[in-house]
């Protein structure tokens, strides 16, 4: 089953703008992680979030992170045309034990325009 | 460089054979993933493994089996019983302390698997 779900599905701005993409999630999560996937190539860890924390940057890149509303959102400023790719977020479960895996969204196609 | 390793890139499977696709990592990682991804998806975990020896089922492991018999070494084999095969298939790793996730998986560059 999948956890996390992006919106919008697919976003198109310009070079230059700043690019926002959302994730929800329905249970309790120990981490939020937003990934990069490049058309046809594996995907690309770009931050990691935890439960306790509520904003996190990363050079260009800034997540938030609401507990309270099961959503985080992904913040691209001053995009580029190298952006081009999808965007997944993926939770880490708030169980214990050995038995870790990641759940990722379906993801957000975001284009950037020269 | 470590890094982890799928091949081979492009692959192609006819009806009723069995296929094995590869996964090697040099990042000393414990843990070991293979994840399906069809067109406008996400990923669908297959199977998982902790620690050598032993893996897990994920949320669609019908028609696949995997070993790991190698810190190393995760190969995924698509048998001839999981019907609709065709999708790209990514494998990942990430390092774990006592259950954990530190950080962010690494994942390999995919086998896009079609049968003809």
């Known amino acids: 089953s999948q956890q996390g779900e992006e919106d919008p599905q697919a976003l198109s701005i310009q070079e230059g703008e700043n690019a926002t993409m959302n994730c929800s999630y329905k249970?309790?999560?120990?981490?939020l992680q937003w990934y990069r996937q490049n058309s046809g190539r594996g995907l690309v860890h770009l931050i990691l979030?935890?439960?306790?924390?509520r904003e996190k940057h990363s050079g260009r890149l800034r997540v938030t992170l609401d507990t309270s509303k099961k959503s985080s959102s992904l913040l691209i400023t001053a995009s580029r045309a190298a952006d081009t790719a999808s965007y997944f977020c993926?939770?880490?479960?708030?169980?214990?034990?050995?038995?870790?895996?990641?759940?990722f969204g379906k993801g957000t196609l975001l284009t950037v325009n020269p | 460089d470590g890094g982890i390793t799928q091949s081979p890139k492009y692959l192609f499977r006819k009806e009723g054979q069995n296929v094995t696709l590869s996964c090697e990592q040099n990042?000393?990682?414990?843990?070991m993933y293979w994840y399906r991804q069809d067109p406008g998806q996400g990923l669908r975990l297959i199977y998982y493994?902790?620690?050598?020896?032993?893996?897990q089922k994920g949320d669609i492991a019908e028609g696949y089996s995997v070993s790991r018999e190698k810190k190393e070494s995760f190969p995924l084999t698509v048998t001839s019983a999981q019907k609709n095969p065709t999708a790209f298939y990514l494998c990942?790793?990430?390092?774990?302390?006592?259950?954990?996730?530190?950080?962010?998986?690494?994942f390999g560059s995919g086998t896009r698997l079609t049968v003809v």
């Open positions: 990942a790793s990430s390092p774990q302390s006592r259950g954990t996730l530190r950080n962010g998986y690494t």
């Open positions: 249970t309790s999560i120990n981490n």
């Open positions: 979030i935890r439960s306790n924390e």
């Open positions: 993926a939770t880490g479960p708030n169980s214990g034990g050995s038995n870790y895996k990641l759940t």
């Open positions: 990042l000393n990682h414990d843990a």
């Open positions: 493994s902790q620690i050598v020896n032993d893996f």
